[in-house]
């Protein structure tokens, strides 16, 4: 099976291909301006992805997937084709680059992955990096078309809830439990009954890249994942639940990704939440 992950070493010896088509896919959710940072260090060739802009914005939900015409024109404008080789990354090692690179592979792209250790890694090893501003790429036309199945909606959620299929939380412990507040306001602390908590830094090693598959499998299994039934992965925003998706990616496993996530579930009154480990 196909890693769904680049190397450092692997991009760094590609940079000029034709083909290669690069993503800054950054986010931060204390409001840190990825955009500034990305005009500061970025790898050479590089475009931004907005993951607020690209979105939908007839919700109030945050970043909700947007429509697939106009994923279509934004990608478009940032001169990348369905049938490049897409390598996306982040500046925190593995955190937003995976719900871009999930967007992507949702909208039709094939062959699409992550940067291995992200940004981090590659400055570690002294790869080369670009400043400054960015000339604008030339414009293309995406022809990709959605996917059916990667997503989850409320529906889909709240009928998991009889065991339909399982729920994994990529939250940390304390907002699983309802111990920690929600960092956005407004919404109610806890878990949905009979959800999995798999927080998704413990698929990380402390590089911030993801462990081993063996690993990675002992991760999910010590949570209570079993592998013969769906998988609906959830988080605060539907980020960080899809680095729980890639890492079952990478284990051969298929998931949906719950994209209105706790920022939907916790700011309802007619969804139901339970508190404790």
């Known amino acids: 099976m196909a890693s769904f992950l680049i190397s450092t070493d692997d991009l760094a010896a590609q940079l000029d291909a034709p083909e290669l088509r690069i993503v800054d896919a950054s986010w931060h959710l204390d409001g840190t301006d990825a955009r500034a940072a990305f005009e500061q260090a970025r790898i050479p060739g590089a475009v931004f992805f907005d993951l607020d802009a690209v979105s939908d914005h007839t919700t109030d939900l945050p970043h909700m997937l947007p429509d697939a015409a106009a994923f279509a ?3 478009g404008a940032l001169g990348i084709a369905v049938t490049d080789r897409i390598v996306v990354y982040d500046t925190q090692g593995l955190f937003s680059a995976a719900r871009v690179w999930w967007t992507f592979r949702l909208m039709g792209a094939e062959d699409v992955r992550v940067l291995d250790g992200g940004l981090p890694k590659w400055r570690a090893e002294s790869h080369p990096i670009a400043s400054g501003s960015v000339q604008a790429p030339a414009p293309t036309v995406f022809t990709g078309g959605p996917r059916r199945g990667a997503v989850a909606d409320l529906p889909t959620v709240l009928a998991a809830l009889t065991g339909d299929a399982q729920i994994v939380d ?10 920690a507040a ?4 407004g919404l109610r602390s806890g878990h949905m009954p009979g959800a999995l908590n798999v927080p998704f830094r413990s698929v990380l090693d402390e590089a911030g890249r993801l462990l081993p598959a063996e690993a990675l499998r002992q991760r999910f299994q010590q949570a209570g994942v079993t ?3 769906p998988i609906i ?3 605060g925003s539907g980020v960080t639940a899809a680095v729980l998706t890639l890492a079952l990616a990478e284990l051969g496993e298929d998931s949906a990704l719950y994209d209105g996530a706790w920022a939907e579930w916790g700011s309802r009154s007619d969804t139901p939440i339970v508190t404790g480990p």
């Open 73 to 75: 024109e934004a990608v």
């Open 170 to 179: 990529a939250r940390p412990a304390s907002r699983f439990s309802g111990e």
């Open 182 to 185: 929600e960092p956005r306001p």
């Open 227 to 229: 592998f013969d039934r």
């Open 233 to 235: 992965t959830s988080c």
